[in-house]
């Protein structure tokens, strides 16, 4: 699933373009890597309700982000923490975050530092032909990281994972769990923006 720079361009065009209010849900994906051939692993949301999904890899885990999102594929199976977690493959799981989004007719998908989450999100969306399906709820992304720059100024270190630590006092998780890191963004919006 590689970058494709013509959809990312249509979804920030409907951001611009689109008149319909939209819903903020924030959101955050795991991926198996950071290169462009990485996948989808998790993707969690967090509306007014919350999502949460476990997608199976096609290419496996590598051990190193194994040990960053505590997620590991066994004998067809995922794990999450150690415990059995239910999982899909990609095209079930982008249904599933699509149905998700409907209940919310409209909206903008809020990350922290999301440029990479979102290509991600729309490379998966087109490898699965739900691109058509997406748009038509998805106006856009939104980053957070520049606004809580402004708000937070002087910081150094603005990662999500310090941000949570140094502003909502939470040293239970060091983040890369996607619901946990969105409920979390949502938090840290709320109190500062």
Do not use: W
Request: glycine letters at 8%; proline letters at 3%; charged letters at 20%.
């Amino acid at each position: 699933m590689a970058y494709d720079p013509d959809i990312n361009s249509v979804f920030y065009s409907y951001l611009v373009l689109g008149g319909d209010a939209c819903t903020t849900v924030f959101f955050d994906a795991e991926t198996t890597g950071l290169s462009g051939n990485a996948e989808l692993l998790q993707i969690g949301a967090v509306g007014s309700t919350s999502f949460s999904c476990c997608l199976y890899p096609d290419k496996g885990i590598p051990d190193r982000v194994s040990e960053i999102t505590h997620i590991r594929a066994v004998d067809g199976l995922l794990y999450c923490e150690g415990k059995p977690v239910i999982s899909g493959n990609h095209e079930e799981g982008l249904c599933a975050f699509i149905d998700y989004l409907k209940s919310f007719k409209k909206v903008i998908l809020e990350g922290h530092n999301v440029q990479f989450d979102a290509r991600m999100v729309l490379a998966a969306v087109n490898h699965c032909n739900t691109l058509e399906d997406f748009g038509a709820v998805v106006a856009g992304f939104s980053d957070t990281l520049p606004l809580l720059k402004k708000v937070l100024p002087g910081r150094k270190s603005n990662a999500q994972s310090k941000l949570v630590e140094e502003v909502l006092k939470d040293f239970s998780n060091s983040g890369h769990n996607s619901h946990i890191d969105a409920l979390n963004l949502k938090k840290i919006v709320e109190r500062y923006l």
